[in-house]
């Protein structure tokens, strides 16, 4: 399947989840905040999120502070 991450064309087998594909792109699930078609995906369901054809994932980091 073929689906966008933060505007490129990346393709991933059928079923692969949110917290796959970050693994696959290296990067650490603590580190990056996560949408998936313009909607937040909260870390704690990125192990069941699974993704679909088209899709469309936005990675960004996180602003702390106060």
């Known amino acids: 399947m073929k689906i966008h991450v ?3 064309p990346v393709e991933l087998p059928e079923g692969t989840t949110l917290a796959e ?6 990067h650490a699930p603590e580190a990056v905040g996560s949408a998936v078609d313009g909607r937040h995906v909260p870390r704690a369901a990125r192990a069941t999120r699974v993704l679909a054809d088209g899709e469309s994932v936005t990675l960004f980091q996180p602003i702390v502070g106060g």
């Not at 594909?21 to 290296?26: S, V």
């Open 21 to 26: 594909l970050l693994q696959r792109l290296g």
């Open 6 to 8: 933060n505007g490129d």
